[in-house]
């Protein structure tokens, strides 16, 4: 990779560095924006925990369809059952 802020890659992906702007602002490496797929515009998550920001891609409810497809819902409870 020719790209001077790649740091490596993990067992779970790349390792790269950016740099905060001035104005608090960052860019996502293209690299990235194409392996996720993301668009201009589009929302993101971001997260803090224990000192490190996740930036997670929000999705739109059509591509979470079918995302429980074969989870049993035998045994299912509803309010009226729960203590």
């Known amino acids: 990779m020719e790209d001077p ?3 490596g890659r993990s067992e779970k992906g790349f390792v790269m560095q950016i740099t905060i702007s001035r104005r608090f602002q960052v860019v996502i490496p293209k690299v990235l ?3 996720l797929d993301l668009r201009p515009q589009q929302k993101l998550t971001i997260l803090e925990k224990g000192g490190i920001l996740y930036l ?3 999705q739109e409810v059509k591509a ?3 995302i429980a497809s ?3 819902v035998d045994n299912y409870r509803d309010k009226s059952d729960r203590t």
């Open 70 to 72: 074969g989870v049993a």
């Open 56 to 58: 997670v891609p929000d």
């Open 64 to 66: 979470l369809r079918g």
């Open 5 to 7: 802020d790649f740091v």
């Open 33 to 35: 924006r194409e392996r």
